[in-house]
């Protein structure tokens, strides 16, 4: 994006529009987590000896620091884990850097540099999970229509309390039913968000826990937008036994070294279950707004493969 276009692009009301419900996003979530259901925010984490491995191919991004080499954040998944030592129930609004492949500029979901809030609660079970995403869903998008209905309606979205409990379609049956772009068809043809289920263990990180009495089978989950917003989040329970950790890390072709640290802390001092999940905030905004392009909604947007002055 050239620097004109950048300058032009900072006075569009619209631009105006979403950072008002960027804003008012990031107050009910927050407000929701904090005082309805006592988590405790934590700053996010940007530089660290590991990140999420993702299961896509993303260019790594490090800095040098004292002769040391440090990765951006990807996600504070492992962080996330381990806070769970200090903390019950956390949540942050954790910047992420991904350098996506080039083709994904094209999708309106994917930005080089997002902010998700990331959400980790211990001892709980996906079911504990889903249903407090729910939650959270609801109440932002009841306050948005309280508090930003002005700005729906100029926008000509007319935004929807999504009704609970959100509906379930198991990975394998959406594949079997669907085919490999189920994602965006299902997520197209629907009028609610809904949780894609028990996704298949090649599809996702070592850090998704498997369920012990369906192998092959995670206990995860991913929330997908209605009208073919697509992908909210993704989530699940944590796998926190090292033997369990380190079957996970060689069938993803990984080595332990990769993750040094991790493994380390874990051999002194263990994981302990938790259950979380991650909402893309620019994703969220781009779906309360009807957006075209998370870029839409976006202040300073970097796209995959592009070069942005500011
Ligand atoms: N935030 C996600 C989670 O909690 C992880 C991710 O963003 N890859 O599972």
Avoid: C
Avoid at 175 to 204: C, H, M, Q, V
Wanted: net charge neutral; aromatic share 12%.
């Amino acid at each position: 994006m050239k620097l004109e276009q950048y300058g032009k692009r900072l006075s569009s009301p619209y631009l105006r529009k979403a950072m008002k419900i960027h804003s008012d996003v990031r107050k009910f979530m927050s407000d929701f987590l904090k005082n309805e259901r006592d988590f405790v925010e934590i700053p996010p984490v940007i530089i660290s000896a590991i990140t999420d491995p993702l299961n896509h191919p993303t260019t790594k991004s490090q800095v040098q620091v004292y002769g040391y080499t440090y990765e951006l954040t990807k996600s504070m998944i492992f962080h996330k884990q381990i806070a769970m030592h200090a903390l019950d129930k956390i949540f942050s609004f954790s910047p992420n850097i991904r350098l996506e492949p080039t083709e994904r500029k094209k999708t309106g979901r994917h930005l080089i540099e997002f902010t998700q809030i990331d959400v980790e609660q211990k001892n709980a079970s996906r079911e504990d999970v889903m249903n407090l995403a729910e939650d959270l869903v609801i109440y932002t998008i009841k306050k948005l229509l309280e508090k930003d209905s002005d700005i729906l309606k100029s926008v000509g979205r007319d935004l929807k309390i999504p009704t609970k409990p959100f509906k379930r379609i198991a990975y394998a049956e959406a594949l079997k039913n669907y085919g490999e772009d189920f994602e965006t068809k299902l997520s197209k043809e629907a009028k609610e968000p809904f949780w894609l289920i028990d996704i298949e263990i090649t599809e996702r990180e070592f850090y998704d826990r498997e369920d012990p009495t369906r192998p092959g089978i995670l206990l995860d989950m991913d929330l997908i937008y209605p009208e073919g917003f697509g992908e909210a989040s993704s989530g699940g329970e944590r796998e926190y036994e090292l033997d369990q950790i380190y079957k996970r890390i060689a069938k993803k072709g990984q080595t332990p070294e990769q993750f040094k640290w991790y493994i380390e802390f874990v051999k002194k001092f263990g994981l302990i279950p938790s259950a979380g999940f991650g909402i893309g905030i620019e994703r969220f905004v781009r779906f309360v707004m009807g957006a075209k392009d998370v870029k839409d909604v976006t202040l300073f947007p970097k796209a995959p493969g592009e070069y942005y002055p500011i």
